[in-house]
């Protein structure tokens, strides 16, 4: 629960500058979305993977 509110409020704060102050292109948002999608997707393959590590050890 405390990752996916971190991953929130760095979505929001991402908004916030882009609504308030344009200084956010476009790109940079979706290149942020698209490496936070990897950074968890790999998590959690990692965690699938330690369990299955530790479960046949």
Same mark, same amino acid.
């Given at each position: 629960? !405390?990752? *996916?509110? *971190?991953?929130? %409020?760095w979505f929001?704060?991402?908004? $916030?500058?882009?609504?308030?102050? #344009?200084? /956010?292109?476009?790109?940079?948002v979706? =290149?942020?979305? !698209? $490496?936070?999608?990897? !950074?968890? +997707?790999? =998590?959690? %393959? #990692?965690? +699938?993977?330690? /369990?299955? /590590?530790?479960?046949t050890?």
């Amino acid at each position: 629960m !405390r990752k *996916h509110l *971190h991953t929130t %409020l760095w979505f929001l704060a991402t908004a $916030t500058l882009l609504a308030t102050s #344009g200084c /956010v292109t476009n790109q940079q948002v979706f =290149d942020f979305a !698209r $490496t936070e999608f990897a !950074r968890l +997707v790999a =998590d959690a %393959l #990692g965690r +699938v993977f330690q /369990v299955f /590590v530790q479960a046949t050890a």
